[in-house]
């Protein structure tokens, strides 16, 4: 497969052009980490709000439904296509990005996660760094650079809201084709990626962090657990991606009116949000993780039930994204599991926060440095070995359909 990506930049760039792009990118990460406090500001005292009023706000999400859908109709521009969008962006099939894409996707996601929506926070944010840097490059003028920031600006939405400035380069450098890393854009990445989490963290967006304990010693026998770990976190992440991938094919076929499906699974969302534990799997799923991690009482299906409701969240056409409930369904999974491998239930949902994310993602590198930037280096080796297994499972599917293929090795 030729990479895409190779005509980033002319192969030799002059001192002023590298100056330039460097001056850009740490432009782009002030901007664009500034938004991300904004947002995720705003979106965690609307999740406040929400549960503490859930008799007041959940009733009311199918009929938030029909109201996205008529402003990203009547207003959008082709910005109902998200994060499809900037990956034809950074892979060179688009070069225009419509201007309503920041504004509408941030008011969409507030609006889903106010009202109930199972869904995360991550597409936006990477929606908000690609389209900065996207008119951030083109006011520079500079050749051939509109790939290179557009995976700048990932980099940069990635890292302004979870502040792990090193998993949010590689992620943004790996996730649009598989096997193939640009490193050459490797320097402007992490000067816009660790900007944006400097600046968010300085205007006071809170990092979530949670050092493991002492390192484990590897013996055979733990190997043989993280492997079969790594296998089951695999098969749940891939069984997101597959059910994703499914579902919105299948109601593409049956219900294709925009409005009639938001409104009909909005309804089912509803009343399944408020019959399944008040609202317990509403929002990002920031509690599950939180309980996941303190060892309060997870439920053998709290995993599963956050992964089919969030499915049903995105598909029906709420906005948001999925990596934070992948997060939560691999610390929930995790937490429950870790017993019976004899694991402790803090490692055993670290394992599964990193891995599930990448089984769902096909990526390798970052969900590794998240594990670092996240839980310390103290379990790095069993996070690498959790991960590996994880991600080599089945890498035909992703959350991202417009993620190049693999190559077969």
């Not at 994060?83 to 008011?107: H, N, W, Y």
């Not at 790594?230 to 925009?258: D, H, M, T």
């Not at 394992?351 to 594990?371: R, W």
């Amino acid at each position: 497969m030729i990479n895409c990506l190779e005509s980033m930049r002319p192969k030799h760039r002059s001192i002023t052009e590298m100056f330039l792009i460097a001056s850009l990118a740490l432009l782009i990460g002030l901007v664009v980490g500034a938004l991300d406090f904004i947002f995720g500001s705003v979106l965690l005292v609307l999740s406040d709000f929400r549960d503490d009023n859930l008799l007041l706000t959940l009733p009311f999400l199918p009929f938030v439904g029909l109201f996205i859908i008529f402003i990203y109709q009547h207003f959008g521009q082709g910005s109902d296509q998200g994060m499809s969008l900037i990956f034809d962006l950074g892979q060179g099939r688009k070069t225009e990005l419509p201007k309503a894409l920041i504004p509408l996707v941030i008011l969409s996601t507030w609006l889903t996660h106010l009202f109930g929506g199972s869904a995360g926070r991550e597409g936006v944010a990477v929606q908000i760094g690609a389209g900065v840097a996207y008119y951030g490059q083109k006011m520079g003028k500079i050749p051939n650079a509109s790939r290179l920031f557009i995976i700048c600006g990932m980099a940069a939405g990635f890292s302004g809201l979870f502040q792990t400035p090193m998993a949010a380069s590689l992620f943004a450098l790996e996730v649009l084709v598989l096997d193939r890393i640009p490193f050459k854009a490797l320097l402007p990445v992490v000067i816009a990626s660790f900007t944006a989490s400097f600046s968010s963290h300085y205007l006071g967006l809170e990092k979530f962090s949670m050092p493991l304990g002492e390192k484990t010693n590897l013996n055979p026998q733990l190997m043989l657990k993280l492997v079969l770990l790594g296998l089951i976190f695999g098969l749940v992440g891939n069984l997101f991606a597959l059910g994703l991938k499914w579902l919105k094919g299948f109601l593409a076929q049956k219900l294709a009116n925009p409005y009639q499906r938001i409104f009909l699974l909005g309804l089912t969302l509803s009343l399944a949000l408020f019959l399944l534990f008040w609202g317990r799997y509403s929002g990002l799923g920031t509690n599950l993780i939180s309980l996941a991690f303190r060892g309060q009482e997870i439920y053998a299906y709290d995993w599963l039930l956050k992964l089919g409701l969030t499915i049903v969240t995105i598909v029906a056409g709420f906005q948001g994204g999925e990596v934070t409930p992948l997060f939560a369904i691999g610390a929930s999974l995790g937490s429950f599991l870790g017993p019976y491998f004899g694991i402790s239930y803090q490692l055993a949902a670290a394992l599964g926060y990193c891995a599930v994310f990448s089984s769902a993602t096909n990526t390798f590198f970052a969900p590794i440095f998240i594990g670092l930037e996240v839980f310390g280096p103290n379990q790095i080796s069993s996070i690498f070995i959790v991960v590996a297994f994880s991600y080599m499972l089945n890498r035909e599917v992703s959350i991202y359909g417009k993620q190049k293929g693999p190559e077969l090795i």
